[in-house]
């Protein structure tokens, strides 16, 4: 999908309600008082033909009644009239449209309204906000589309919120009046505009500061990425919250790398790659965006926090140990700034008390949190109390943090440990001042790491990668074939550079003995039967034979539960186990994933899951923070194994989901033995896309 201009839809010079009304308490009511309340410059006309006026408005019985041809109509009927008010707004020669309306239900001729509805709109090249829709607040236009009755007094501001849901953006709208907005907007079904079209638009705003998103799901996800990496090139924040992240249970049975690796965790792996910065709930949502939308980035060094209880210093601590945030060491210099102004028995450090018995604390706060922010090591100040209004105490701290904000341009915040304090005005006049109150201590935590990871971001230069030289070859060897045996998988591992131990397929039990002398004691024997994904599980792999009479039993035990069909090969059990898959996502392609395997696949709840191509310098860079890892680079005086050869296969098989993205929906290299001087695959399930969408 190619960007469009959804200006007529945000930014109209005119806007015709249809279903406007005068009666209270009604959706055309709340719709137009909305509408008429934002400061909207362009013409607004209510359509109704019960009325004549009312509101201090003209109303129109239809659109073609209108004075001019406007820019966008907003269609506030039910579902039965839906359809003749799109036509009628196509005939008025429209260019975009909101729809309140869920659109469930058929139209007369038994189609499904939402299939109909969608077809009119394409077809007339109309822009359309829904349906299923609460419509918009686009402040900097002074523009409300909406059913629903909010605050009015919204301030305008530099945060975008592009919402799939209609009860998130009222929460937003309705509740808190310190997050100052640009836009929000409700998507609704996106039948035609989505939500990478919000998020485009906005980027184009000036006032723009960071976006927040809450999504369902991914339209379009290639436009979504390249959307992305806009806000990235822009330098603007993205602060997402992504429901539904159930892994699909149709994975489980089929490879270790699908249980392990579902829809979310890829879905995670790709928006980091692009900035994106992750939360889990909606105060975690906002408090990002808060601390965001004060535009200043974090100095270098880490954060300091100060205090007016020990106990609250304690429980950030904990918090931030949790979510990896960490305290900046103060300077010698910092400290005897600070000492001389702490009450007996208080320590100059960070995170720092500075309460005591609360004797000077007007002084003692000011000067210390003036020290902590100027030290090089900081890079932002929390401020933390349970902030609340009227409250001489916190009215002083509310002119200190004023202060110390002023003199700096490190990121200072207000946190308050309880979300539930009274602070709305004292919230509203530090919002005034730049200074943004978070609520909740983990909250503020994320936020903060947030704010710090953003500042640290550093895009992968995209890796160069060539497509094997004969990859129609290949790609005509695999292609129609549904399950690739073990033979034909490591001949594919092969072809890419990934080493796997020599071995024969056999269908009889001389060419079974024979292939073991030929290839030399000791060998493994493995079914080669199709569609057996896990041979362990079902008795399918002989270990550790040493003989020709060995070899005998173990075909024929093999041959007689699982079939004629056997793979024989070179018996390696030097080195430690490790695993190497694909999924093929649906909506953004092959991932990787790296980590321990065999039995520890199980056991080790670590991985690293990696979008293709990468380089094998790329993939040592992530596997150099999992714990397995320390067991090849000489744990505690072990010998050292052959890292380098396992990040060198992961780049090999990045190459080859890549070139076969098509083709592959699942792969398991498990396990891949690391020596102590290479890396080999001993094992491959791969299993081919349906033949029918190929």
Known sequence: MKAVDIRPLMAPNSVALVGASCTKNSFGRAMLDMALSGNFKGHIYPVNPKYKDGLGCRFYNTLSALPEIVDHVVLAVANERLENALLNAIEHKVKAVT?????????????PLKDRLKSIAEEADVLLCGPNSMGFHNLDHGLRITPFPSPKGLVAGSITAILQSGSVMGALAHNDKRLRFNLLVSTGSEYCVTAADYMNWSLSQSTTSVIG????????????????????????????????????????????TGAKMGEHLIFETVMKSHGVHLVETIDEMVASLHLFSQARSAASGHIASIHDSGGERELLADICNDTGVQFAQLSTTTKDKIT???????????????????????????????A??????????????????????????????????????????????????????????????????LEGTKEA???????????DASYEEKCEHQPHLDLKRIIHDIKMKGWIGETEGFRLLEEYGISTPSSRQVDNVMSAIGAASELGYPVVMKTAMAHIA?????GGVKLNIN??????????????????????????????????????????????????????????????????PFTAMQAALKLKNLKATKLLTGYRGQQELAFDALCEAASNVSRLAYDLANYIEEMDINPILISSTQAVAL???????????L
């Open 99 to 111: 729809i309140f309306a869920d659109c469930y239900g058929q139209t007369h001729d038994g189609l």
């Open 213 to 256: 998103l809450f999504l369902e799901s991914v339209r379009d996800p290639e436009y979504f990425l390249s959307v992305l990496r806009r806000a990235q090139d822009q330098n603007i924040p993205v602060v997402l919250l992504k429901v539904g992240r159930t892994e699909m249970s149709r994975r489980m049975a089929l490879s270790h």
């Open 340 to 370: 001389p102004w702490l009450p007996e028995g208080l320590k100059a450090e960070n995170p720092l008390d500075a309460w005591g018995s609360g004797r000077n604390a007007k002084e003692t706060f000011l000067n210390a949190a003036n």
């Open 372 to 437: 902590l922010v100027q030290d090089e090591n900081v890079a932002a100040l929390m401020y933390v109390l349970d902030w609340r209004q009227d409250y001489y105490l916190h009215e002083m701290h509310e002119e200190i943090v004023k202060a110390v904000s002023l003199a700096t341009q490190k990121p200072v915040a207000a946190v308050s440990n309880y979300a539930l304090t009274l602070n709305q005005d004292l919230a509203l006049r530090l919002s005034e001042q730049n200074i943004p109150l």
């Open 445 to 455: 935590t994320i936020a903060f790491k947030h704010l710090l990871n953003h500042r």
């Open 534 to 538: 896990h041979k362990t599980e079902v």
């Open 547 to 612: 003989n020709e009479e060995q070899a005998r039993i173990a075909y024929t035990e093999l041959s007689s539960q699982l079939g004629p069909d056997v793979i024989v090969a070179q018996m390696i059990s030097e080195g430690i186990e490790w695993m190497i898959g694909i999924v093929n996502d649906r909506d953004f392609g092959p991932a990787i994933m790296i980590s321990p395997g065999g039995i520890m696949v199980e056991l080790l709840e670590e991985k690293v899951v990696m979008m293709p």
């Open 683 to 693: 094992d491959v399930m791969l299993k081919i896309k349906n033949a029918d969408t």
